[in-house]
C-alpha cells in the first residue's frame, strides 16, 4: 500500500478531548493516561521484545502500533505518540542508549561548559527526527479518526538535565551545579534546545498531530527562584513562538504543559500561553482550580497507584477527584505515568468511572 502523507486524514469522530482543552462544554469528560502505550500491556511488551528503545522509536510502523494498543482495549479519548523526549538531545549529536535495569544513559554527557561546542547548532529536523514526523502520519490513517492524536516533547531544562547528568538521577546536583556555577552556559543549552523544541513540535502538527504536550519532567528538582529562571522563561517561548508559527498558517492546536511537581509555579503556568496545565497527584483539586483562576483547562491527576485499590475503590478516587475538579475545562488523566506491573483492568476500571460519573454529574447540573 502507498504510504499516505499528511492530508485526507479520516474525519475525527469524538473530539471531546479537544473541546475540554479549550474549555466548551462536553457530554463527559475526556481520559487518557500518561504512558498508556507501556509495559502494563502484555501486547506491548511482547511488540517490544529483544528490540533495541530507540530503534523501535525510529520505526514509524512499530511506533504506530505501540500507540493504537491501548485504543484497542479502552476507550480513551485521546493518543499520544509513542515516543521518547530524549530524541531531541539524539537530534543534537548527542548519543543516548537505553541500558537495560538502568534506563536511558548519555555515555559522554556534558560536563563543562566548553562541552557545547560538541552539539549541532543548527538541527534540520526534518532529516534528524522526521522518524517521529513519519509515525505521527502513519498513525493519524491509522487512528481512522477515533480520537485526537498528541504529540510531545520534553521541556528544555529537562533535557538539559539529562545532558549534564546522563541519565536519571535522585539530586540533579550535576545539573544545578551548571545553573550555580555556569548561568550563561546553561542559559545558551535553554535557547539552543528551545529553538529545537519549537522546530520539532511545528514538525509534528504539520504531521498530523492535533495537540501538544511539553513533559516539564524535572521541574521539582527546582525551586521557585530557579524555575523562574532557567524553566519557565523557556516554557513560555516555545508556546509563543509555536502559536504565533501556527497563527500564520491558520492552525490553533490546543497545547499542554505539565510540570511534574512544579506545584509552586501554578499562577505562572496558567498564564504562559498554553491552553491546559497538567498536574502530578500532589495538588488538591479544588486549590489549583482557585489559584489557576479559571484561565486554563486542567489535566490529571489521580495518583497512579492509586490504580492498585480494588475496582469499586477507583470508582470512589475517580468520583471524589471530579468533584474536586468539576466536570467544565478538564481533562482526566493521571498524575504521572502507569508503571509496569499495574493491572490492565485497572486501567479499564479508571477510564470506565471517568466516563461514568462525569456523565451523570454533567446530567444534573
Known amino acids: 500500500t502507498e504510504v499516505k502523507g499528511p492530508a485526507n ?16 462544554e462536553t457530554e463527559h469528560v475526556p481520559v487518557w493516561c500518561m504512558r498508556q502505550a507501556g509495559r502494563y500491556l502484555p501486547e506491548f511488551r511482547e511488540s517490544r521484545a529483544g528490540k533495541d528503545f530507540f530503534e523501535t522509536c525510529q520505526t514509524p510502523a512499530a511506533c504506530c502500533e505501540l500507540t493504537l494498543q491501548p485504543l484497542r482495549r479502552f476507550p480513551f479519548d485521546a493518543a499520544i505518540i509513542f515516543s521518547d523526549i530524549l530524541v531531541v538531545p539524539q537530534a543534537m549529536g548527542m548519543d543516548v542508549q537505553m541500558v537495560a535495569g538502568k534506563g536511558p544513559t548519555f555515555p559522554e554527557p556534558l560536563k563543562e561548559p566548553e562541552d557545547l561546542q560538541r552539539l549541532r547548532v543548527k538541527v534540520d529536523v526534518g532529516k534528524e527526527l522526521g522518524y517521529v514526523f513519519k509515525a505521527i502520519t502513519l498513525t493519524r490513517h491509522k487512528i481512522e479518526g477515533k480520537v485526537p492524536l498528541i504529540g510531545f516533547t520534553g521541556a528544555p531544562w529537562t533535557l538539559m538535565s539529562y545532558m549534564i547528568e546522563g541519565g536519571g538521577s535522585n539530586t540533579h546536583s550535576k545539573a544545578k551545579r551548571w545553573l550555580y556555577r555556569h548561568p550563561e552556559a546553561s542559559h545558551m543549552l535553554l535557547r539552543m534546545l528551545t529553538d529545537v523544541i519549537v522546530e520539532y513540535l511545528l514538525g509534528q502538527v504539520a504531521a498530523g498531530a492535533q495537540a501538544l504536550q511539553v513533559f516539564e519532567s524535572h521541574a521539582g528538582i527546582l525551586g521557585p527562584v530557579e524555575f523562574k529562571e532557567f524553566a519557565l522563561p523557556y516554557l513560555r517561548d516555545i508556546a509563543r513562538r509555536v502559536k504565533d508559527k ?11 504543559v505539565f510540570a511534574k511537581d512544579g506545584h509552586y509555579a501554578l499562577e505562572d503556568l496558567s498564564q504562559s500561553h498554553y491552553e491546559v496545565v497538567g498536574l502530578d497527584w500532589t495538588i488538591d483539586p479544588q486549590s489549583a482550580r482557585e489559584r489557576t483562576g479559571g484561565k486554563v483547562s486542567l489535566q490529571g491527576n489521580m495518583d497512579p497507584c492509586a490504580l492498585y485499590a480494588p475496582k469499586e475503590r477507583i470508582s470512589d478516587i475517580v468520583k471524589k477527584m471530579l468533584e474536586g475538579f468539576g466536570t467544565r475545562a478538564y481533562i482526566a488523566n493521571l498524575g504521572h505515568g502507569l508503571y509496569p506491573d499495574m493491572d490492565p483492568e485497572s486501567v479499564g476500571a479508571f477510564v470506565e468511572a471517568v466516563h461514568t460519573h462525569s456523565r451523570q454529574m454533567i446530567k444534573q447540573k
Not at 246 to 256: H, N, S
Open 246 to 256: 501556527l497563527k500564520e498558517a491558520g492552525q490553533d492546536v490546543p497545547m499542554i
Open 9 to 24: 486524514f479520516p474525519q475525527l469522530q469524538n473530539d471531546t478531548f479537544l473541546r475540554a482543552a479549550r474549555g466548551e
